[in-house]
């Protein structure tokens, strides 16, 4: 059951520009939503999160924005580095159904320079 | 930084044979996890820990999974059996509070390869 998605296996993004990774999700009690990124050999990296009250989450370059009616989340890297490549994932959890992560399946992120 | 501390990085065992898998959380952190992502598929949540018991597991771990915390520091993950599709990458992690915005802190992953 495929609760979280995200459709981009891969993202190419010229250095400097804007990178636009997406994420649907198919319940509608997840409360909590976060970026995780991933470099090969390492494990996930917590990146930036937002609750469901809220719609915009911004920390320095990055930041998440939440539809709720759409059931869609997507982080925005601005200005995108070279150091930003690797791969992210949209995780979602739902306060009352304990604190397990739904992960999707990765948006592989390069930012060419 | 604190972080989570994985061992073995790379583990490869003959199918039904027992692995464990070793993990030294963060040491004021009180929620243990183990999640797994096979390669090219997502990473999928297996079982919570805390408090010296299960918490939360999902349909991934079954009677051949156990977790265990035999002291302060180490929480392990035990496979008793091993199947060819028990092979992925295995992720411990830990966190302070039970339902965090923050997130947990993962550890490198363990790469498990059944043959």
């Known amino acids: 059951d495929q609760q979280v998605k995200q459709n981009s296996p891969s993202l190419s993004v010229q250095e400097g520009r804007i990178s636009i990774l997406n994420c649907d999700y198919t319940n509608s009690m997840f409360d909590y939503f976060l970026w995780y990124k991933k470099y090969p050999a390492e494990g996930p990296t917590f990146l930036i999160s937002i609750s469901s009250i809220k719609d915009k989450n911004e920390d320095g370059r990055f930041t998440v924005f939440l539809n709720k009616s759409a059931k869609h989340l997507s982080l925005h890297i601005v200005p995108s580095q070279p150091g930003d490549s690797a791969v992210y994932f949209c995780?979602?959890?739902?306060?009352?159904?304990?604190?397990?992560?739904?992960f999707g399946t990765g948006t592989s992120l390069t930012v060419i320079p | 930084e604190p972080e989570v501390t994985q061992t073995p990085s790379h583990q490869v065992t003959q199918m039904g044979q027992e692995v464990i898998l070793r993990c030294v959380p963060i040491?004021?952190?009180?929620?243990f996890y183990w999640y797994r992502q096979i390669l090219g598929q997502k990473v999928e949540f297996l079982v919570s820990?805390?408090?010296?018991?299960?918490?939360?597991k999902s349909e991934i771990f079954d009677d051949q999974f156990s977790v265990e915390r035999p002291d302060g520091s180490n929480f392990t993950l035990k496979i008793r059996s091993t199947k060819l599709e028990d092979s992925a990458m295995y992720f411990c992690a830990s966190s302070e509070v039970r339902h965090t915005g923050g997130g947990y802190t993962f550890g490198s992953g363990t790469r498990l390869t059944v043959v």
């Open positions: 995780a979602a959890s739902a306060r009352n159904t304990g604190n397990q992560f739904y």
């Open positions: 820990f805390y408090n010296n018991e299960i918490s939360e």
């Open positions: 040491s004021n952190h009180l929620y």
